[in-house]
């Protein structure tokens, strides 16, 4: 999916979240990664092979 350069990490990477946005839609919460990931508002994300990732934003929390 990724056309510039360099390549965003891949939708199985570890730091896939670094990937580039390419569309977002803010009043629908959520936003789309050139490498297929879906990012939600609650940061939950749905990985192109349909897989999903629960919402983690309490670690985020408990680290502040």
């Given amino acids: 999916m990724c056309q510039h350069k360099p ?3 891949p ?10 946005l ?3 839609h803010p009043e629908q919460g959520w936003g789309l990664l ?13 990985l192109p ?3 999903s990732i ?4 309490d670690s985020y929390a408990r680290a502040a």
């Fill in 7 to 9: 390549p965003c990490p």
């Fill in 11 to 20: 939708a199985n990477a570890p730091d896939h979240d670094a990937a580039r």
């Fill in 22 to 24: 390419v569309s977002f």
């Fill in 34 to 46: 050139c490498n297929g990931v879906v990012l939600f508002d609650d940061t939950g994300e749905l």
């Fill in 49 to 51: 092979d349909g897989r």
């Fill in 54 to 57: 629960p919402a983690h934003r």
